[in-house]
């Protein structure tokens, strides 16, 4: 069975700095995909960023890029240029193609100003 | 532009009551899934739908039943509810065609007294 692991429960940063938000997995398959979503006081889930395992080159939007480890099962977002508005809750997300989507237990992020 | 919408946003009841819970959209999507959010535990799934009158368990799904008699509603049911389903409950649609992941409603807000 597939797992996903967010290491940090809470960080925080201060605006306009850098931060990174840690995730791991854990899965004998070969083709996937992996999602950050961003969850705002307002409790929507947004969609930040999606990688495809079989792609190479990390994505990026904006603002939010990936470091995507295949080898090691990394899948971490940075998060450039910090702004109040990125305070939420961030969630890391697998999927096997035309499957379900397992979360990790998520990531508190506070920007300070 | 909602293309989902959860209804009720919160609610508030006592235990051993019946609860439903709606999700409907707009979109024609094949897939529908209902989660719970919990601290520490970030969304789980509870049951999914693969399309009308068929559905399957999720990871959690003890107490909880479903039902989806047209495409765009699918409704969770807890039939007598207890102080550990107290949580937040998100509806999810998918068309599965290009795994570009989830849309996920506004959420419920479930409070078992």
């Known amino acids: 069975a597939q797992t996903v692991t967010q290491s940090q429960p809470e960080m925080s940063v201060q605006e306009a700095e850098t931060v990174t938000l840690s995730c791991t997995y854990d899965t004998s398959e070969s083709n996937y995909y992996l999602f950050w979503y961003k969850q705002p006081p307002s409790r929507q889930m947004i969609l930040v960023i999606r990688q495809e395992a079989y792609k190479q080159q990390n994505a990026t939007e904006n603002r939010f890029s990936v470091n995507f480890q295949k080898a090691a099962k990394s899948f971490s977002l940075k998060i450039s240029d910090s702004q109040l508005g990125d305070t939420a809750m961030y969630f890391c997300a697998f999927m096997k193609p035309a499957d379900k989507l397992i979360f990790g237990t998520g990531t508190r992020l506070q920007v300070f100003p | 532009d909602a293309g989902i919408t959860q209804s009720p946003r919160h609610k508030v009841t006592e235990t051993g009551t019946p609860v439903t819970l709606r999700c409907h959209q707009t979109e024609n999507h094949r897939y529908m899934y209902w989660y719970r959010q919990d601290p520490g535990h970030g969304l789980r799934l509870i049951h999914y739908?693969?399309?009308?009158?068929?559905?399957d368990k999720g990871e959690v799904s003890d107490g909880y039943s479903v039902s989806r008699s047209k495409t765009e509603d699918f409704l969770l049911t807890l039939e007598s509810a207890t102080s550990s389903q107290t949580s937040v409950y998100f509806c999810?649609?998918?068309?599965?065609?290009?795994?570009?992941?989830?849309?996920f409603g506004s959420g419920t807000r479930l409070t078992v007294v």
């Open positions: 999810a649609i998918s068309s599965r065609s290009e795994d570009y992941g989830y849309t």
């Open positions: 739908s693969y399309g009308v009158k068929d559905t």
